[in-house]
Every structure is written in C-alpha cells, then in structure tokens.
C-alpha cells in the first residue's frame, strides 16, 4: 500500500489543522492506520491510531483530548483532526499502515510508511 501525507502548515498556539492520508494499492480496509511525529533531535513518536474498521482507536496521552483520527474506507482516507495545538506538537508528522489488528506505539511494528508532512506551532 502506498500511503500520500498532507495537510501540514504553519499555526499559531491553540489553532487547529487536519491532516489526511490518502492510500492506494490495496484494499484501504485491510490496514490499520496510524499517525506518528518527529521532533527534531527526538525519535519518532506514536500519536494515535484506527482499526480497520474504525471502531477502535488508540491515542497518547500527549495528544489526548486535543487530537482526533478517523477514517472513511470508502475514500481510502485517514484523517487527523488537532485542535488546540502547542509549540511542543511541531514535527514531522507521518502517516503508517500496517495489517495487523493491533494498534502497536513502536514504530517498528507498522509496515508502511507515507512521507512526512510538516506542523509547525507557534508560540
């Protein structure tokens, strides 16, 4: 599956941006999907993640409250919502598939990568 990141920008502390993930290649619905972040100088962290179905999510406490996936298997489209956005949220922000039914937080443990689209907050 290949995955295509976008939607990263330039905002202010407590502004919001919604990225998406767009997939091809395989059946969308057979892939759990993630977002993780990289920070400059930090290793990649997990953000949250979806089941395949959707029903089922996973996010760190980081984000929690402030960050919300969701999915449309009909798109082949994942999406992050974040809201009220810190200084301490700019990264990198990558978009991952894997087929397992799992939403593991290692990196090490999703198969497939999209490039990474950049959040820049500002204070």
């Known amino acids: 599956v290949q995955l295509q990141a976008c939607g990263g920008g330039l905002v202010q502390a407590g502004g919001c941006l919604r990225l998406?993930?767009?997939?091809?290649?395989?059946?969308?619905?057979?892939?759990?999907m993630g977002w993780f972040r990289q920070a400059p100088g930090k290793e990649r962290e997990f953000v949250v993640g979806?089941?395949?179905?959707?029903?089922?999510?996973r996010v760190a406490n980081s984000v929690k409250g402030r960050f919300t996936i969701s999915r449309d298997n009909a798109k082949n489209t994942m999406y992050l919502q974040m809201n009220s956005l810190k200084p301490e949220d700019t990264a990198l922000h990558y978009c991952?598939?894997?087929?397992?039914?799992?939403?593991?937080?290692?990196?090490?443990?999703?198969?497939?990568w999209g490039q990474g689209t950049l959040v820049t907050v500002s204070s």
């Open positions: 998406s993930c767009a997939a091809s290649g395989r059946t969308f619905s057979s892939y759990a």
């Open positions: 979806i089941s395949k179905s959707g029903d089922t999510t």
């Open positions: 991952a598939a894997d087929s397992q039914s799992l939403l593991p937080t290692s990196q090490y443990e999703w198969s497939y």
